[in-house]
């Protein structure tokens, strides 16, 4: 059994975040704190749902119907939660609460069938990372550890877009000052990454994957001086090696290129995780709770080696619209028209391109649920009195990360000389030195990233 905790906080502070596979059940949580208990740095940890449990949580808020097939997604609630609580050496302590909210999930879920909302997918998901911290918290104190849980929607202050609520720093900073700060000098406090409230302290969400976005920022408001992200493989790749098997460790990377590496579809970050840790210079590492003597990668601001190519980057479930007008041509306003019918549907957008005639771009995901981003109808109609709309879907964005790749000679030439048999339906470079991106049908995505990596890690 670990000792307990000083009361005397450490010199270094870590915030540590374990994702749902670190969380899965008893074994993987029994790792996880065995993580924290070597790490007397580590005073705040941040958790997520238990393994496929956003997933269920996520069915139930679209409003199933069925009512047997209703109460079997609550069955696999009850029991995923049940088989850690019977390995428990003291199930009692965090039982009630367990059941008390299982017992809201099945409320929601029946809410949702009559009146689904964004407000109930929020309300119903955050569940999942409730239930999760009130047993990690037990299997801390059952390891001799002084752990107390925190509800993080006290101090996670975000605006009211459920399902993509936009977090406010200065809120978190000031409420984590008064209502966290003193009990990080006495105990480990666990808490919920992915879920925070508005100022009427209704229950929000960051968005899929918002939990290491939700620690980043914790770390920030805390002025930690280490995040550490624990997710199912021991750091970041030359790209998935579910993809290409001869992919590489990186074992350290800058700020700009994993920025990068997140935003084009790197699932081991979510893109916005970075943002606060840049601000205040922040190291972050990345490791598998599953082996943590393998160690993992360090992002940080400089490195001591930047090559040409760095990794690749596979983001599936893209939707490319292409807007065409011959009254484009040589005329001013349209683009401007066009992004301000974008921001009044709340649209975000990710890549573009622009030709004489046409611009086509492609939709940002952000939102909980998942899936390919949509283009309302209404946009559609606000677009189409101006141009032609396209919209294509079946897509997938390979993103190539380096250095200075725009102002290496040949560095291009590699790429594209490898994907002559391929046909690629929009291509982004120059506007970073830090990426080359281009869009694919999702039929040749793979074959595409294995014959890339290929060319260009494994020859070398």
């Known amino acids: 059994m670990s000792p307990i905790l000083s009361s005397t906080p450490p010199l270094a502070l870590t915030v540590a975040k374990f994702g749902g596979t670190s969380a899965a059940d008893y074994n993987a949580m029994q790792r996880s704190a065995q993580i924290v208990a070597n790490s007397p740095a580590t005073r705040l940890v941040l958790i997520s749902a238990c393994s496929g449990v956003t997933n269920l949580l996520v069915e139930l808020s679209q409003g199933i119907a069925d009512n047997t097939l209703r109460q079997q997604r609550l069955q696999t609630l009850h029991e995923t939660h049940q088989s850690v609580l019977e390995q428990l050496q003291s199930p009692e302590a965090p039982a009630a609460a367990i059941q008390a909210l299982l017992d809201n999930i099945a409320i929601l879920s029946e809410q949702a069938i009559d009146h689904p909302s964004a407000a109930i997918t929020d309300q119903l998901v955050a569940n999942g990372e409730l239930l999760s911290t009130h047993l990690f918290t037990q299997i801390l104190q059952e390891q001799g550890i002084d752990a107390i849980r925190f509800d993080i929607r006290k101090v996670m202050r975000t605006d009211s877009q459920y399902g993509k609520a936009i977090p406010n720093p200065t809120a978190i900073r000031q409420l984590s000052n008064d209502h966290l700060r003193s009990q990080l000098q006495h105990h480990v406090i666990v808490s919920q990454g992915f879920i925070g409230s508005d100022e009427n302290n209704h229950t929000t969400t960051l968005g899929r994957g918002g939990s290491d976005y939700s620690a980043a920022l914790m770390a920030e408001a805390i002025n930690a001086t280490t995040l550490e992200i624990w997710t199912d493989v021991p750091g970041m790749y030359t790209t998935d090696p579910r993809i290409a098997a001869k992919a590489q460790p990186i074992k350290e990377i800058s700020f700009s290129e994993a920025s990068e590496m997140a935003n084009f579809g790197a699932k081991i970050l979510h893109p916005s995780t970075l943002v606060p840790a840049i601000r205040q210079q922040i190291p972050v590492f990345v490791g598998s709770s599953k082996a943590p003597e393998e160690g993992g990668t ?37 683009l401007a028209e066009v992004f301000r019918i974008l921001a009044e549907h709340k649209i975000s957008v990710d890549l573009i391109t622009t030709s004489e005639v046409s611009v086509s771009l492609t939709l940002d995901q952000t939102d909980t649920a998942g899936g390919a981003p949509t283009l309302p109808q209404a946009a559609i109609e606000a677009l189409s009195e101006w141009c032609r709309v396209e919209v294509e879907q079946g897509l997938c964005l390979v993103a190539l990360i380096g250095n200075q790749m725009s102002h290496t000679q040949g560095s291009v030439s590699q790429v594209f000389g490898s994907l002559e048999k391929y046909q690629l339906r929009m291509v982004c470079y120059g506007a970073s030195p830090h990426n080359l991106c281009f869009l694919i049908d999702q039929d040749n995505a793979k074959p595409i990233v294995q014959q890339l990596h290929q060319q260009l890690f494994e020859k070398h």
């Open 298 to 334: 360090w992002i940080r601001q400089t490195v001591s080696d930047a090559p040409l190519f760095r990794a690749l980057a596979l983001r599936c479930n893209q939707t490319m619209v292409t807007l065409t007008s011959l009254n484009m041509f040589h005329a001013y306003g349209f």
